[in-house]
């Protein structure tokens, strides 16, 4: 079982920034990718961006040049550094990860969710 908890959520004014960080923890082998999802009201769940084993990056053209995904190896963490935050990016955000057990088995892992609400 592998676990992803996020945190870093919560209401910022248009123009401002915030920081989601997300953890895996479990019996982890190897990570390939982490990522970041979002889903607003009515709406279907959208890629945000992505962050392979090498560092390459994916990025939503939404978000590019606002946006920046990042990972800690050593800690199993994937970080969004979100800045010039508009309304149209409030939802909530999503973590996923994929990568192979211990066991050799593969994981596709969600974590619970963060509510980020961009308002005056």
């Known amino acids: 079982q592998v676990q992803l908890v996020e945190s870093g959520g919560g209401l910022v004014q248009p123009g401002g920034s915030l920081r989601l960080s997300c953890a895996a923890s479990g019996s982890i082998s190897s990570i390939n990718v982490m990522g970041w999802y979002r889903q607003a009201p009515g709406k279907e769940r959208e890629l945000v961006a992505l962050?392979?084993?090498?560092?390459?990056?994916n990025y939503a053209d939404s978000v590019k040049g606002r946006f920046t995904i990042s990972r800690d190896v050593a800690k199993n963490t994937v970080y969004l550094q979100m800045s010039v935050l508009k309304p149209e990016d409030t939802a909530i955000y999503y973590c996923n990860t994929k990568g192979e057990r211990y066991s050799l088995m593969s994981f596709d892992s969600w974590g619970q969710g963060t509510q980020v609400t961009v308002s005056s």
């Open positions: 962050i392979f084993s090498g560092g390459r990056t």
